[in-house]
């Protein structure tokens, strides 16, 4: 039973910081479920101090990632029009079948979104899409930091009870 908790805390951690990246998927919380499987281990006594924190760390990024977009559309002047772009982007971007196209998607989502919203300003429409295309970029890299860290925390707990689960 240990070694399947493993399994899956381990397949959470690994989603978790794809989940970074893809807006379908919450990699910090998927991250933070895998630490928590390794914790209803049998071999790993429970820290509830370290699930806490961490839950506390995963909750302040979840937020943040809903706000640090929207702030630099604003910042940028952009429109809610801009921020649906991105995301949309995003999400295509991931699937069609182009280089970069996690990159390419969300700005070319942004800057027509903002046409949509208003075709005769390019410029703006241009200045909002980069301010939604550095937001998206800053809370995805923040996700992946988190998500790394809580793999580091991940294997650390594994390999100082190793000789327990194995």
């Known amino acids: 039973m240990d070694i399947l908790l ?54 302040v990024i979840s937020v943040l990632d809903y706000v640090i977009p929207s702030r630099g559309t604003k910042k940028f002047g952009g429109s809610s029009y801009g921020i649906w772009g991105t995301n949309i982007g995003l999400i295509i971007g991931i699937i069609a079948p182009i280089p970069f196209g996690f990159l390419l998607g969300p700005f070319v989502g942004a800057l027509i979104g903002e046409l949509i919203f208003d075709s005769k300003d390019h410029k703006r429409a241009l200045k909002a899409a980069t301010g939604s295309f550095i937001g998206l970029l800053a809370s995805s890299f923040m996700k992946f930091v988190v998500c790394v860290m809580y793999l580091g925390l991940f294997l650390t707990i594994v390999w100082q009870y190793k000789s327990e689960l194995f």
């Open 6 to 59: 493993l399994i899956l805390g381990f397949s959470c951690m690994i989603t978790g910081i794809f989940g970074s990246f893809l807006p379908v998927l919450p990699g910090p919380s998927i991250s933070w479920v895998g630490l928590l499987l390794l914790y209803f281990t049998n071999a790993i006594p429970a820290n509830y101090w370290i699930l806490g924190i961490a839950l506390l760390i995963t909750v």
